[in-house]
C-alpha cells in the first residue's frame, strides 16, 4: 500500500538553507546538501527546495546545488522559487531534479504548465498555492510570496492546473503557516476529495497530532514543514513511529 | 519506441547478452504492449502495460512495498522493502514477474527474464534499498 509522505522543505538564498537550524551534528548547519542528507537517513520520504534568492546570479546557485544534492542524496528532491519556463525547467531536471514546483509563474500564465507538463511528464510539475481564508469564507489564491491577492478561488485554479497537466498539488494555507497550530484541514479536503492527483498539505505543522489529522481527516497524500524539522521540534522518525501508531500507513 | 526504431535499437537492445536493467519507463519499454499511445513495445517481458483505473489518484506517488520477491536483484533486502514509485501506467502480473506491489490491485513491480531485469519503482531514489539493489544488479 501507498504511504503517506513527509517532506522538509528547505529554504534557500544564494545556495545556503536560511532559517537556520538546530542540528548539533551538523558541520555546516547552512549546507543545504549536509541537511539534505541528514534528512534522507533520517527517513524524510522527499525533500523540497524553495529558492527565495532574488538576485541574477540565483539561476548558476541553484543548478550548482541541484547538482550536489542529486550527487549525493539518494531520495527523490523537488526544486521551487522563481520558475518561470521551459528552459529554466530543463536545466534543473539535467542536474538531476526530480520534480519542479511553479507558483505566480503559472498562475499569471497557465499556458506553462501544459508546456512543463508536455514536454517532461506531468509527474514532475508540482503546482504550488499560496491560499487564503478570507472573510466571506472562501480561499483564495495568493501570489508572489503571498504579497499579492488574487479573485481566484483555490480550488479553481486547482482544478484547471490538474486539467492542464500538474502532477500534484502543494497546497500552503497562509492562515495556518508559521502558526504550529495544525494543517488547514477544510481546505486541504476539498482538494484532496475532488483531484485527481496527490495534494501535499503544508503550513501549520506543529504537533505530531496535526500530522496525523491533516492524513486521517483532509486525506492529504503527503505533509511538508520546514522550522520543527530544523530545530528538532518534531523528529522525522518520532513523527513516522506516532503516525504508525495511529494507523497512519508510513515508511519506518 | 518511436526513437528506439529510428536509431534501430530495438533491435539492438533485445540482442544485448550482458545484464540490462530497465527502470520505471525502460521497464515498461521491454514489456509486449503498452496502452500508452497503444505502443507495441520491445516484448522481453510478456507482460502489458495498462493505465491506473478506478478510483486513484494517478500518478502513484511516493513509497510503496514490494512483496512476494524472488531472485539474486532482492538479495538481502527482507520481505518486504520499500521503494520509490512515480507512474500512471503499470505491468501486468506474468510469468517474468518477480515483485508485486499493491495499488487498486496488485501489478508487476519488478521483471526478469534471462540477462533482462525491469523495476517500475525508481531504485536511484530509493534511500538504502535502492542502491542495495543497484549494488545486487551490478554483482549479477
Known sequence: ?252 | MRYLRERKLDQMIKELKQPVLGICLGMQLLCKHTEEGDTECLGVFDNNVRKFTGNLKVPQVGWNTATQLSGSLFEGLGNDPWFYFVHSYYASLGDNTIARTDYGGMFSSALSNDNFYGVQFHPEKSAEAGEKLLRNFLSI
Open chain 1, 1 to 252: 500500500m501507498l504511504t503517506k509522505r513527509i517532506i522538509p522543505c528547505l529554504d534557500i538564498k544564494d545556495g545556503r538553507t536560511v532559517k537556520g537550524t538546530n542540528f548539533v551534528q551538523l558541520r555546516d548547519a547552512g549546507d543545504p546538501v549536509e541537511l539534505a542528507s541528514v534528512y534522507a537517513k533520517e527517513g524524510a520520504d522527499e525533500l523540497v527546495f524553495l529558492d527565495i534568492t532574488a538576485t541574477h546570479e540565483r539561476r548558476k546557485t541553484l543548478v550548482e546545488l541541484v547538482n550536489r544534492v542529486a550527487h549525493q542524496v539518494n531520495i527523490p528532491f523537488t526544486v521551487g522559487g522563481g520558475i518561470g519556463s521551459v528552459a529554466d525547467v530543463s536545466v534543473l531536471l539535467d542536474n538531476g531534479a526530480d520534480k519542479i514546483s511553479v507558483n505566480s509563474a503559472a498562475f499569471k500564465r497557465p499556458e506553462l504548465v501544459n508546456e512543463l507538463a508536455g514536454e517532461f511528464g506531468s509527474q514532475c510539475v508540482v503546482l504550488a498555492i499560496d491560499t487564503k481564508k478570507e472573510e466571506d469564507g472562501e480561499w483564495y489564491v495568493y501570489l508572489n510570496g503571498g504579497r499579492i491577492k488574487t479573485d481566484r478561488r483555490c480550488i479553481d485554479w486547482a482544478r484547471e492546473a490538474v486539467d492542464r497537466g500538474a502532477g500534484e498539488i502543494l497546497l500552503t494555507s497562509m492562515n495556518h503557516d508559521g502558526t504550529k497550530a495544525g494543517f488547514a484541514l477544510d481546505i486541504t479536503a476539498a482538494l484532496s476529495n475532488t483531484l485527481s492527483v496527490p495534494v501535499i498539505a503544508s503550513g501549520g505543522g506543529g504537533r505530531p497530532e496535526h500530522f496525523e489529522e491533516v492524513f486521517r481527516i483532509a486525506g492529504a497524500d503527503a505533509a511538508l514543514a520546514a522550522s520543527i524539522f530544523h530545530f528538532r521540534e518534531i523528529g522525522i522518525p518520532d513523527l513516522k513511529r506516532y503516525l504508525s501508531q495511529y494507523q497512519i500507513k508510513v515508511r519506518l
